[in-house]
Each structure stands twice: as C-alpha cells, then as structure tokens.
C-alpha cells in the first residue's frame, strides 16, 4: 500500500493520501478522542502519542497534532503504520455511520443556494488541503453566514482569510442576500 503525505497550510495538520477510497460515507470529523468511538481507525489514530484530531475526507486522512507534542518527525511513522493497519484488516471505517443531510425539505431557496454553492466549488477546494466546510446557519435578517470549519481548516492560522477573502467574496457574488460570513466553533 502506498500512502503519500502532504503538507497543509495548517503546520498542525498532516494529509496522508492512500491509493484508495478513505471514506465513501463523505468528510468525517473527529475532533477528540471520545468523539472516535465510531470508528477503529479513528482510534488507531488518537493512540498515538500527540495526536488531536482526525479528519477522514473521500481520498485523505487529515491528522492534527498537538501544538506542543511530538513532532511531525517522530509521529508520521506510526500514523502511517495506524493507516495501513487499518485498511489490510479490512475493518470498516466508521462501525456506526452518522449521515449528514444535504438539503433538508424545509431550506428556504437562499439556504439551498449558498448549500448548492458550497457543495460545487467551496468544500473541493479546501478537501485539497485536507479540510471541509459545513453550513452552520444563515441569518437573512443580517444576512450572515455561519460556517464550520473542519479539518485541517479548523485552527488553521489561514482560516479568517480563506473565509473572508475567498469564501465570503464568492457567496457574496453568487448569494446577494449573504452580506458577510462568520465561522462558528
């Protein structure tokens, strides 16, 4: 099995790309030990020593580690092995799978917009660099956007301006009614 490693904008975040489907369930996010319980892999990862977060996209494992732990050096053999381990035993990813919902029946045609439009061009650009965006809520009222920020993007020191100057320029050319956008925690 061959698994690359790539740098992310976050130096936190680690992307390890094996030559097969990570997750077919879509992006899965595990900000902490107890929220892994579901998935072996999961907890293969947050074994080992330094680890803070684990982010499985389609095509990518996004590892976090602790600001003041291990570093990369020291950790990126034991997540890989974690990884290969992992897939030669044929476990599933997850044991319980949580599926999100793309558009719920209730979307006003705005929320099915800005989902549309996160779904199209945002959440692939940023699954590049082993994160995701999610649509938290949007308030017509002030016409603010709240979205979640996962992965490698959470904690990312580029992450205000990914929203601000990428993120938020498009809904706002593409969405009128979305006058600014606010990540929420």
């Given at each position: 099995?061959?698994?690359?490693?790539?740098?992310?904008?976050?130096?936190?975040?680690?992307?390890?790309?094996?030559?097969?489907?990570?997750?077919?369930?879509?992006?899965?996010?595990?900000?902490?030990?107890?929220?892994?319980?579901?998935?072996?892999?999961?907890?293969?990862?947050?074994?080992?020593?330094?680890?803070?977060?684990?982010?499985?996209?389609?095509?990518?494992?996004?590892?976090?580690?602790?600001?003041?732990?291990?570093?990369?050096?020291?950790?990126?053999?034991?997540?890989?092995?974690?990884?290969?381990?992992?897939?030669?035993?044929?476990?599933?990813?997850?044991?319980?799978?949580?599926v999100e919902a793309a558009a719920a029946e209730d979307d006003s045609e705005i929320v099915a917009e800005i989902k549309a439009l996160l779904d199209s061009r945002i959440r692939p650009a940023v699954a590049q660099d082993g994160g995701d965006i999610l649509f938290d809520r949007f308030e017509e009222a002030t016409g603010t956007l709240y979205l979640q920020m996962r992965g490698a993007c959470a904690g990312c020191p580029s992450s205000s301006a990914t929203l601000k100057a990428g993120v938020e320029q498009m809904m706002r050319h593409y969405v009128p009614e979305v006058e600014r956008v606010e990540q929420t925690l």
């Amino acid at each position: 099995m061959f698994i690359q490693t790539e740098d992310t904008p976050n130096p936190n975040v680690v992307m390890f790309t094996p030559d097969r489907l990570v997750s077919a369930e879509g992006p899965l996010d595990y900000p902490n030990e107890e929220a892994a319980a579901a998935s072996p892999l999961a907890r293969a990862l947050f074994a080992i020593d330094g680890v803070a977060g684990v982010f499985f996209g389609a095509a990518a494992v996004s590892v976090t580690r602790l600001a003041e732990g291990p570093s990369w050096a020291e950790m990126k053999p034991a997540v890989l092995t974690a990884i290969m381990d992992h897939f030669a035993s044929g476990a599933p990813l997850v044991d319980v799978v949580a599926v999100e919902a793309a558009a719920a029946e209730d979307d006003s045609e705005i929320v099915a917009e800005i989902k549309a439009l996160l779904d199209s061009r945002i959440r692939p650009a940023v699954a590049q660099d082993g994160g995701d965006i999610l649509f938290d809520r949007f308030e017509e009222a002030t016409g603010t956007l709240y979205l979640q920020m996962r992965g490698a993007c959470a904690g990312c020191p580029s992450s205000s301006a990914t929203l601000k100057a990428g993120v938020e320029q498009m809904m706002r050319h593409y969405v009128p009614e979305v006058e600014r956008v606010e990540q929420t925690l």
